[in-house]
């Protein structure tokens, strides 16, 4: 299973490098053709843009060589002209490289945090920089906006490991259990379920519930880890993150043999064996949390290796032990398909009115019992 899902991710890695690549070589990189209509004069490393992005290089220099800025700058430079003139927003998920995180997301976050931003920007265009689901969950607080990701084939190994289809016949397979899902699914999967969960409020939302049994969608290490925090019995789904599974309570181990005094911070999607090995499990805003004030001497965080990056960049104290693992979905989010989403409006998130209500209702609730 693990060597399937690393062939996918290589491929996928691949495809991204080619294309990057390809980019350069047709000129892409310096002209970006196709671009100056959208009210872009040019994508060169002028001087001009070096004064301008100075300041946002400061904020990377210690993960992004020298070498690499020229070629980013001009992107981020006319990234962040264009979101002004356009009213656009961008909201970036943690797992975002560090030149999108830093130097051109307006507001970042985990995707409960992205959720609740949805909800207070008086933007005219989101850009979700992050994955397709979230991208989905903005259009659905935000049925009113245009809402744009900038590549549609950003998807998530949990939101793909199931339907709607699939939660109506669980449904019929165990009438009147409320149905709980992972905010990583799609509309149409939100659309059947009764709540929304973020690995940040699983456990609060299903003690909330006042109930005996709750169907816990669609992530199985998750639901693992919210039936071992609760008497409420969870039937369990099938799905699971392929960044996350992959980490072991070996490769733990290991790094704990390596490292004296490490603090080892897991995030829930990762398999139980793997919990049982940290010091801390907790959400992508919880582990970001627990650094900034614990301020640990040497920590290991079991997540996706970009949200590594992000966090070292805010707390230079700290030593970061980095094992990485990347998620090739996070990934297909680029600089150069930023500035095409500001330029062209793709990809534009389409969905139907009546599925954005019923699916609005149980994103709500979620956001209701996160406070
Ligand atoms: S890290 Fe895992 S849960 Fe997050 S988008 Fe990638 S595959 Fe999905």
């Known amino acids: 299973m693990s060597e399937i899902i690393t062939e996918t991710m290589v ?3 691949v495809d991204t490098m080619v294309e990057a690549v390809s980019d350069v070589v047709s ?3 310096i002209a970006a053709p196709g671009l100056a209509s959208g009210g872009v004069q040019g994508l060169d490393y002028s001087p001009e843009v ?3 992005t100075a ?3 400061g904020r990377v220099a210690a993960v992004i060589p020298e070498f690499e800025w020229p070629v980013m700058a001009p992107y981020i430079d006319a990234i962040n002209r264009l979101k002004a003139e356009r009213n656009a927003v961008i909201l970036a998920h943690n797992y975002m490289t560090p030149e999108i995180y830093h130097c051109v997301a307006d507001r970042v976050g985990d995707s409960l945090a992205l959720a609740r931003m949805a909800t207070e920007t008086d933007a005219d265009i989101i850009i979700v920089a992050g994955v397709h689901f979230m991208a989905e969950t903005a259009k659905i607080l935000n049925p009113e ?4 990701v ?7 190994s949990l939101a ?3 339907t709607g289809a699939d939660v109506r016949r669980l449904r019929a397979q165990y009438p009147g259990v409320p149905v709980v899902s992972y905010v990583n699914t799609t509309a149409d999967v939100k659309a059947e379920s009764d709540y929304c969960i973020t690995s940040g409020n699983a456990v609060e939302l299903v003690n909330s519930l006042g109930v005996d049994r709750v169907i816990c969608l669609p992530d199985k290490y998750l639901a693992q880890y919210i039936a071992s925090q609760t008497d409420v019995e969870i039937i369990i789904g099938e799905g699971a993150c392929e960044v996350h599974e992959r980490f072991t309570a070996q490769e733990i181990a290991d790094y704990r043999t390596g490292h004296d005094g490490l603090v080892v911070i897991a995030h829930p999607e990762c398999p139980p064996d793997v919990l049982g090995a940290a010091d801390f499990v907790g959400s992508t805003a919880k582990m970001s949390d627990f650094v900034k004030t614990r301020h640990p001497e040497k920590v290991l965080m079991v997540t996706e290796c970009s949200m590594s990056d992000n966090v070292a960049l805010e707390n230079p104290e700290t030593e970061f032990v980095r094992p990485c693992n990347l998620c090739p979905h996070m990934k297909r989010i680029t600089l150069e398909k930023i500035l095409n989403s500001l330029t062209s409006g793709t990809h534009e998130i389409i969905l139907e009115t009546e599925l954005m209500d ?6 709500e609730r979620m956001l209701a019992v996160s406070g």
């Open 11 to 13: 491929d996928t890695m």
């Open 27 to 29: 000129g892409a990189v």
């Open 50 to 52: 070096a004064t301008r």
């Open 55 to 57: 300041d946002l290089y």
């Open 145 to 148: 906006k245009t809402v744009l």
């Open 150 to 156: 900038p590549d549609q084939l950003a998807g998530c």
């Open 160 to 162: 793909s490991s199931i």
């Open 358 to 363: 019923r699916a609005r209702l149980a994103v």
